[in-house]
């Protein structure tokens, strides 16, 4: 499965972003999306994530209520809706799909496909 994220760009704190994500080279929907992000020098660190089956979703303490992940089956694609952004939330951020049906959301090694990153610049 390819991934291709889009949506990045520049932004004034309090402003908002649209990230989203598309699959391709495969007929079979994900188990479950993420989205991380990477800050210079910095790990890449879980955001949320959203099952396909249920739309069950994750996200981590610090984007809780600010972020919200929406995925559309029939287009294999997911995307994360960035509200009230910081300069804190300036990074590189991936999208990723599993197919399998376990491990937890949060974990980067749950995850088999990955796209190439979009950059979130938030300026002050």
């Known amino acids: 499965v390819q991934l291709q994220a889009s949506g990045g760009g520049l932004v004034q704190a309090g402003g908002s972003l649209t990230l989203s994500c598309a699959a391709s080279?495969?007929?079979?929907?994900?188990?479950?999306w993420g989205w991380f992000r990477q800050a210079p020098g910095r790990q890449r660190i879980f955001v949320a994530a959203i099952n396909s089956i249920g739309g069950s979703t994750y996200y981590a303490d610090f984007v809780r209520g600010r972020f919200a992940i929406s995925r559309d089956n029939v287009k294999s694609s997911v995307s994360l809706q960035m509200n009230s952004l910081k300069p804190e939330d300036t990074a590189v951020y991936y999208c990723a799909a599993s197919h399998r049906p376990w491990g937890r959301p949060m974990d980067l090694d749950r995850y088999g496909s990955w796209g190439q990153g979009t950059e979130v610049t938030v300026s002050s």
């Open positions: 080279g495969s007929t079979f929907t994900p188990y479950i």
